[in-house]
């Protein structure tokens, strides 16, 4: 899912393939999260309490 959302949206404008995004990125972080919200799940870093 990730990397459909990557090429409808960067990848398309840019050329640049999914698996060419730095794991850890700024940009993967960024699609992994649209990923699990379109699962209907919230991002990791939604799930930890404010400390």
């Known amino acids: 899912m990730a990397s459909q959302i ?3 949206s960067h990848g ?3 050329g640049q393939n999914w698996r060419d995004v730095a794991k850890g990125s700024d940009a993967h972080r960024q ?3 649209a990923a699990l ?15």
């Open 31 to 33: 699609m992994i999260n």
């Open 6 to 8: 990557w090429q409808d």
């Open 12 to 14: 398309s404008m840019t």
């Open 37 to 51: 919200m379109a699962f209907g799940s919230a991002p990791s870093e939604l799930h930890m309490e404010a400390s």
